[in-house]
């Protein structure tokens, strides 16, 4: 039997959804030899735990009772995030920390720490690679650890994997798609008919619309996707700040009913490429043909 002893570093929907795996896959992970201890837990406002074994089941238990961790008096630490990761005993550290798109900090320095530690690191926070992709990447390769990001852009829908295990010969010279969850599910329902309020409550409701939506509706979320991607894959060596960005706050009914009469239906669109001036990376809303592939993304496809 391997064992693995984790640190996760936020404690929000992804790592709430990662420990549940640990808990309903445990028989088949361990059938593959592989026994997963959690050692540290940091979150921003639940409290902070360190401790040789932290039970999963307990974790996901003390949220759905109490909404923070200060029930599980034994573990807890008055050790910051930073001190967490420079401190505790573990093999991975998760960073799943909250997104700050205009710096990446502070995961940035989280994952730095951790790396310099010689820790693995798996993180899902674009912020990180919009900001500090090759950095980060090169310190890995020095400490001979590995750093891993696929959830960073489409929830862990294999991107970055696909392209360097399938692909390891091909060059990508463009990149398009619909990026963001939120603007498409608002966009979609505003097209129904709906009122924005309802709209935006139903997100909330089913989990993927944040209580303060401003990142996604102006764009940025999209934008920090859209460098992630051209980071890793183009090595494009942008900034979300590179990035021409147009969001969705402006897009009126009357907007969404003059593309109706055309025929055609209004999309918040991730573009990028390499042009002869260098990359060159959009983010917009734009009025796409009923026909086109990307019109039959809805909601949360």
Known sequence: MKEIKLAIMGFGNAAKAFTKILVNKKRELEADGLYFRITAVSTGSKGNLQGANLLPEELLACLETH?????????????STLELIQQADYDVMIELTPLEIFSGQPAINHIEAALNRGKHVITANKGPIAW?????????????????????VMDGTPIFNLTKATLPYCKVTQIKGILNTTTNFVL?????????????AEGRRRG??????SLDIDGWDAAAKLTALMNVLMDAGLKPTDVKRQGISHITEADIKAAQAEGKTIKLLCKGHIGQNGPEAVVEPVRIPLSDLY???DETS
């Open 295 to 297: 019109a039959a993304i």
């Open 132 to 152: 500090a992709y090759k950095e980060l990447t090169a310190l890995a390769q020095a400490q001979g650890v590995r750093f891993l990001y696929e959830t960073t």
């Open 208 to 213: 993927f619309v944040e209580a303060d939506p």
């Open 188 to 200: 979609e329902h505003l097209a129904k008919g709906e009122a924005l309020d309802d709209v935006m």
């Open 67 to 79: 909404g923070h961790f200060r029930a599980l008096e034994s573990s807890l630490t008055g050790l």
